[in-house]
């Protein structure tokens, strides 16, 4: 795509970046290159860091001190700039309940500046790459659980965004849905070329579906590459996940298991 | 940037023009997504509507009866019809900036200011977006006071007028409420205060009695209430009262600019 000799910029390149909230440290140090067209799986237990790292890269928190860029646009100089190229789905159940899918995809359509003319069929066709065409004009609160996650993947693939970035997609989802997620995402991919950033702390999950993986704990990578790269000669994910911080992956405190609980509660 | 450079005429038409159209196309967006929401749930209207109608049914038929507050020739339920439309546009506003706790729990505040938006934009679509519900509110308090004999203007242009107001007076509140969101950042917290400002706001302005009855402390308060100016374009347009338009039209404006840029700016505390 790019005209220029220069080597492409990368999807996401985060240096040296750093944040915490009151006393405690969420990201510490982070350097993280994510390159443009790979599923990256960021992969941690609860409070590793993750979701405030996603955070930054979706310009919702400030970057300083450290610096992040989202396809060669410096997120802190240029929000809009980067916004534009984002498709974001929160960890959140955040599709609008009392609206109709169309109603939810059109309404994201809008505030992407999708042009008047090509607006309602590019939400027909994102409803439809997402299986919601015949339930489109049911109102988002008759959906199941898996329903409204792609229902919100059709709102962030709507603008065609050239980053997609999720946040633990598939929390609270049975495996059958779960599945409908991923095969859509990686259908999407594979139309668009577009680049998937997504955290989980499903082992398993980036196992399958990421073609690289960091290891964060504590507000740090631990460990990076592919999947089969990191298992080798270790065993599964999660032993690699042990083998790099001597920690098990039981970790976060109530206030997470919380928010997953009321994320699973709403809308079901 | 570098067509504005190539071009610099077309350039600088361009760089006032985009962020006004981007303005004016996100609150075209969140108001019609109100609509949207109105139209799913019409029971919401109704239910609202009843505490308006008791002030109007029990209260206004009361006082009217029993001639507590002179009103000059003005029966005092007309008086009084303006005043329950303010209020009940000021509950909707401040409640509105509540639910902005509820979408920031529920992720949909994130969502929303990770697309092209900037934050003013933003806010400034949710407070007109709060007084389109208002508006539609208005219409059946409307229709109650029309059934109760409240003689109100036929004038459109009057009508466009009341529209304004009530559009201006609930980007205030909900402003207000989405500011102090910003600082309280709990829900309980926030219905608390929500509940505590209200109660004042409505009782030290002009929507229950005129402002000459109120002691001089209480005047004075009133002077700075916008919910007082907000009354009193509405009283002018619907019913005919003398009213300063111009002042209230103007006060009401820059509140709505002073309370927008005050609830943007705190805002991304709310994204933290």
Not at chain 1, 164 to 172: K, M, R, S
Not at chain 2, 72 to 91: E, H, K, R
Not at chain 2, 194 to 200: D, K, L, N, S, V
Not at chain 2, 231 to 242: F, H, K, N, Q, S
Request: glycine fraction near 8%; proline fraction near 5%.
């Amino acid at each position: 795509m790019s005209t220029s000799e220069n080597p492409p910029e990368p999807a996401v390149l985060c240096r040296g970046v750093r944040k915490a909230f009151g006393g405690t440290t969420a990201v510490d140090g982070l350097d993280l290159r994510v390159e443009r067209g790979e599923v990256f799986g960021l992969l941690g237990p609860n409070g590793a860091g993750k979701t405030t790292t996603i955070r930054m890269i979706t310009t919702l928190l400030p970057t300083e001190p450290g610096s992040i860029t989202v396809l060669g646009h410096d997120v802190a100089r240029d929000r809009i700039g980067v916004r534009r190229l984002l498709g974001y789905v929160p960890q959140q159940l955040s599709a609008d309940a009392t609206l109709t899918g169309r109603e939810n995809v059109a309404l994201f359509a809008r505030l992407f500046d999708v042009p008047r003319r090509v607006r309602r069929e590019k939400v027909a066709e994102v409803l439809a790459a997402m299986d919601l065409t015949e339930a489109a004009d049911r109102p988002a609160k008759t959906y199941s659980g898996g329903m409204v996650r792609r229902l919100e993947l059709a709102q962030a693939l709507v603008s065609t965004p050239q980053l997609l970035v999720l946040d633990e997609p598939t929390v609270g989802l049975d495996p059958v849905a779960r599945d409908g997620v991923w095969d859509r995402i990686a259908a999407t991919r594979a139309e668009t070329g577009m680049t998937v950033l997504v955290t989980t702390h499903a082992m398993q999950e980036a196992d399958e579906h990421c073609d690289r993986i960091a290891l964060m704990h504590r507000g740090r990578v631990r460990a990076l590459g592919t999947p089969a790269a990191l298992k080798d000669g270790i065993g599964t994910l999660d032993d690699v996940f042990r083998h790099h911080t001597g920690d098990d992956l039981e970790q976060g405190g109530i206030s997470d298991v919380r928010s997953a609980r009321r994320t699973a509660g709403r809308l079901g | 940037m570098s067509a504005a450079l190539a071009a610099p005429q077309a350039g600088w038409a361009e760089s006032w023009w985009a962020p006004v159209r981007v303005f004016l196309s996100r609150i075209a967006t969140m108001c019609l997504v109100e609509l949207q929401k109105l139209r799913h749930d019409r029971t919401e209207l109704v239910t609202r509507a009843v505490q308006p109608a008791l002030w109007l049914l029990v209260f206004g038929n009361v006082f009217t009866a029993i001639h507590a507050i002179p009103t000059g020739n003005v029966p005092y339920l007309d008086f009084l019809a303006p005043g329950i439309l303010a209020q009940s546009a000021l509950f909707i506003a401040i409640f509105y900036g509540i639910q902005i706790i509820w979408e920031r729990d529920a992720g949909v505040l994130s969502k929303l200011l990770v697309t092209p938006t900037p934050r003013v934009a933003m806010v400034a679509a949710k407070a007109f977006a709060a007084g389109i519900r208002a508006v539609a509110q208005a219409v059946v308090v409307l229709a109650l006071a029309l059934v109760l004999g409240v003689s109100l203007t036929a004038n459109p242009l009057k009508w466009l007028g009341v529209v304004a107001a009530l559009m201006l007076g609930s980007a205030i509140f909900c402003c207000l409420s989405i500011a102090i969101a910003g600082l309280v950042l709990s829900r309980d917290r926030l219905m608390g205060i929500g509940q505590a400002i209200t109660m004042p706001l409505f009782f030290a302005s002009n929507a229950l009695y005129p402002v000459a009855l109120m002691p001089t402390w209480l005047q004075w308060v009133n002077h700075v209430n916008p919910l007082s100016y907000e009354v009193e374009a509405l009283r002018g347009l619907m019913i005919g009262e003398p009213a300063r338009l111009g002042l209230c039209f103007a006060v009401l404006l820059g509140a709505a600019a002073l309370m927008i840029s005050l609830a943007s700016a705190v805002l991304p505390r709310l994204t933290r």
